[in-house]
């Protein structure tokens, strides 16, 4: 595809339940992004992967989230036991290049309201 | 870790006005200071960017200049539009970091 895709784009879940968001990054670039839009919070760092190097994971909030990055292309998302907080736009950006310069392209994000 | 504060967390204007848009950051070494733009429902994208060896950059209305001895800069808009209207981030990162973004600033543009 043309751009970064994500699924699903609305997501309406239960507190106490289980989501999956996925990303679809740009073919070819090699460093996946998570952000976490909240109202008036800006965009939150949560996790980075670059090729096949240890994730950064540096930004997730609790143990209940987590990611996975296949084959260096589709990443997904998890959260465990979803709670009220956790309801947010969940951003996937791509970036051919690593680091400080490379251009973040975003996708759409998949929204997430934990009832 | 970096720390980058925005100002101001909306901004109202009329069309033709200018509007600035201040950050500032934390960690010396930040050498990368993008901009970018999200409109109403859509992803944010980016709109300008500078590095921390060039005091400021211009792309026809939009300008953004660097302190580094402040550790501020700026997204400057000229002739503002309503088009202009839109929710603006701007975010520092060093090296292989990753970008630490501002909370944003929200710009109407009034007709």
């Known amino acids: 595809g043309a751009g970064v895709s994500q699924s699903p784009s609305n997501k309406v879940t239960e507190k106490g339940k289980d989501v999956e968001l996925r990303c679809d990054p740009i073919?070819?670039?090699?460093?996946l992004y998570w952000y976490r839009q909240s109202l008036g919070q800006g965009l939150e760092f949560l996790i980075y992967?670059?090729?096949?190097?240890?994730?950064?994971k540096s930004g997730l909030p609790s143990d209940r989230f987590s990611a996975e990055r296949t084959g260096g292309s589709v990443s997904t998302l998890t959260i465990q036991r979803t709670q009220q907080e956790d309801s947010a736009v969940y951003l996937c950006?791509?970036?051919?290049?690593?680091?400080?310069?490379?251009?973040?392209?975003f996708g759409e994000g998949s929204r997430l309201t934990v009832l | 870790g970096e720390n980058v504060e925005q100002h101001p967390s909306t901004l109202s204007v009329q069309e033709g006005d200018s509007a600035v848009i201040k950050c500032t950051y934390s960690?010396?070494?930040?050498?990368?200071f993008p901009w970018y733009k999200q409109e109403l429902g859509k992803r944010p994208q980016l709109i300008i960017d500078?590095?921390?060896?060039?005091g400021e950059k211009k792309d026809q209305r939009i300008a953004v200049t660097l302190n580094k001895t402040a550790k501020h800069f700026s997204l400057h808009i000229t002739e503002t539009q309503p088009e202009d209207s839109a929710v603006y981030f701007c975010?520092?990162?060093?090296?292989?970091?990753?970008?630490?973004f501002g909370k944003g600033t929200m710009l109407l543009v009034s007709p």
């Open positions: 950006a791509s970036s051919l290049s690593q680091g400080a310069g490379g251009e973040l392209f």
């Open positions: 975010a520092a990162s060093k090296g292989y970091s990753t970008l630490t």
């Open positions: 992967f670059q090729g096949n190097s240890a994730p950064d």
């Open positions: 500078i590095r921390s060896n060039v």
């Open positions: 960690d010396s070494a930040s050498n990368y």
């Open positions: 073919s070819g670039h090699t460093a």
